[in-house]
């Protein structure tokens, strides 16, 4: 099955500095790549995604970036904010949704005022 | 409102006695799946449905059931749970290759 690996566990950045959680994926069938933000005590909620036919997708301050050949993915935030200190968490699936998402460990970010 | 509705959002039971943790969503998903939470592990899937009547096994599947009766409704029963079954627990539904949508968690203490 689908091994998904995710760097840092933690990372720490100044307010307004940017930051970058990567991950990587084993299996070359997995199609959909989501990341999830989650909030001390809150569910995880989709924050952007990116699919196999497109390299990078941004978003205001946040992007996506996929290398389909070395198969990993990244995010990038820009600019960032006391409310982006959460945890991040990347995903793989080659079905989509939810009934085939293969979660990384999970990345706390911690922004520095 | 589009929504996720997972009961109990909290729950503390003994070894042994047999519960039940409910999922609904109004969102005519035919995806739905269970995930537990657990420190420095990530979010772990136990059971997910393609639709009514179909379930299959995710990666951590000992000691929980699943039944898929209804679009709507896909619950996780414990029959025996154990202290390793401590866990916080999501439930998710979704679109083919959409957006999971995730419920409010259940956080149980098995003692």
């Known amino acids: 099955g689908e091994n998904v690996e995710q760097h840092p566990s933690t990372l720490s950045v100044q307010e307004g500095d940017s930051a970058v959680i990567k991950c990587t994926y084993s299996d070359s069938a997995s199609n959909y790549f989501p990341w999830y933000k989650q909030e001390l005590g809150k569910r995880p909620q989709l924050i952007i995604d990116?699919?196999?036919?497109?390299g990078e997708k941004k978003d205001q301050r946040i992007a996506v970036t996929l290398n389909k050949t070395a198969k990993h993915f990244s995010l990038h935030i820009t600019e960032t904010q006391p409310e982006d200190s959460a945890v991040y968490f990347c995903a793989a699936s080659n079905g989509g949704g939810a009934d085939g998402l293969t979660f990384g460990k999970g990345t706390h970010l911690i922004i520095q005022p | 409102e589009a929504q996720v509705t997972q009961n109990p959002r909290y729950l503390i039971t003994v070894t042994g006695k047999k519960l039940t943790v409910t999922c609904s969503q109004n969102?005519?998903?035919?995806?739905m799946s269970w995930y537990r939470q657990d420190p420095g592990l990530g979010l772990r899937q136990i059971y997910y449905s393609m639709n009514v009547e179909v379930t299959d096994k995710g990666d951590v599947p000992e000691g929980y059931k699943v039944s898929r009766k209804e679009k709507r409704n896909f619950p996780l029963i414990l029959e025996s749970p154990s202290p390793n079954q401590t866990s916080l627990y999501f439930c998710?539904?979704?679109?083919?290759?959409?957006?999971?949508?995730f419920g409010q968690g259940t956080r149980l203490t098995v003692v």
């Open positions: 998710a539904s979704s679109l083919r290759q959409g957006e999971a949508f």
């Open positions: 990116i699919r196999s036919n497109v």
């Open positions: 969102m005519n998903h035919e995806y």
